[in-house]
């Protein structure tokens, strides 16, 4: 254990990692049964869940990794 104090504690980093795959596999569903949204939506729907989705998913992964929780 790295000494921390605060944070999120390793079980709340799991349940984020797990919700970002939930997430990102309804985000992948969604597009391959709808299709690639045209426009705003492509920037809305793609760029901002799949950057919400994946930047938490890598970032709980990360913290886990180098068990850096409290």
């Known amino acids: 254990m790295s000494g921390r104090k605060y944070g999120p504690t390793r079980g709340e980093l799991v349940f ?16 391959v049964l ?6 705003p939506g492509l920037i809305e729907v793609v ?5 919400l989705f994946g930047g938490t998913l890598v970032l ?5 990794l180098k068990r850096d929780h409290p």
């Open 60 to 64: 709980s992964l990360w913290k886990l």
């Open 34 to 39: 709808r299709g690639l949204p045209e426009g």
């Open 16 to 31: 984020r990692a797990c919700f970002s795959v939930v997430g990102l596999c309804a985000l992948a569903a969604a597009v």
């Open 47 to 51: 760029g901002v869940a799949g950057a």
